[in-house]
């Protein structure tokens, strides 16, 4: 036999081999081509719109859905300052779908002429559509680790003057104004000692039960002691 015939032969013999995988190969990339990311979808959001994470899990689409990470899809849909976290999931189908959980508003941020919600961790979440009825605390955009804080103690600063808080304004490093929805006046506090709120309350009480009218301002920042800016009189006034 002469070499030439060999050689034909093992050609064959290696091209009938080589097919399947060839087959298999142009099958895949067949697929991979067909089954491409066309759809997102989201659920789980309420207060903040779904198109900021549609825009996110746009980036696949038109991708291969063999080859789209849900977990790189997951990890930039958490980058969102609103999402505390997310279950992606990538179907053979096209279909990419996202379950997001969000993160909780507690208060609005109120700086620079912005109005932001805030998380109990003081995280600026995104901006605010009307009628949130928040707690709104301003002066702390400098001070993000203050911020935290004084949201933290938020609820014992309404225990100490049993009262709803509806505004924390920054005056210093320890000193806020607070504003009570029952109240008409600011209230000087020190927002790291909730309960000289309750000394105060004790003596707008019995400033208020000995005729006087309503202080223009209550000050409880001193411990132990407790400032009362009086109203002017009709006299002072005049």
């Known amino acids: 036999m002469s070499g030439i015939v060999r050689q034909r032969r093992l050609a064959r013999r290696l091209a009938t081999r080589a097919l399947p995988v060839l087959v298999v190969l142009a099958l895949t990339a067949t697929l991979a081509a067909a089954l491409q990311v066309r759809e997102v979808h989201v659920t789980g959001n309420h207060r903040f719109p779904a198109r900021e994470v549609e825009l996110v899990l746009r980036s696949a689409l038109g991708t ?20 505390a976290d997310a279950n992606v999931r990538v179907s053979l189908d096209g279909l990419v779908t996202c379950a997001v959980v969000e993160r909780k508003p507690v208060a609005i941020a109120l700086d620079g002429g912005q109005r932001q919600l805030l998380d109990t961790e003081g995280r600026l979440l995104g901006p605010v559509e009307a009628g949130a009825g928040l707690l709104e605390v301003e002066g702390f955009a400098a001070y993000p680790e203050e911020r935290a804080a004084v949201l933290a103690a938020a609820a014992p600063l309404e225990r100490g003057w049993n009262d709803r808080l509806q505004r924390i304004e920054r005056v210093g490093s320890h000193d806020v104004a607070l504003r009570f929805a029952g109240t008409p006046f600011p209230v000087l ?14 003596a707008l009480d019995a400033w208020l039960a000995s005729g006087r009218p309503a202080p223009l301002q209550i000050d409880a920042r001193v411990p132990g002691r407790v400032a009362v800016l009086p109203a002017p009189t009709p006299e002072e006034v005049d």
Request: a positive charge.
């Open 64 to 83: 291969p859905t063999v080859a789209t990470r849900a977990s790189a899809l997951r990890a930039s849909v958490r980058a969102l300052p609103w999402v």
């Open 189 to 202: 506090a020190d927002p790291n000692d909730p309960s000289a709120l309750s000394v105060a309350r004790s």
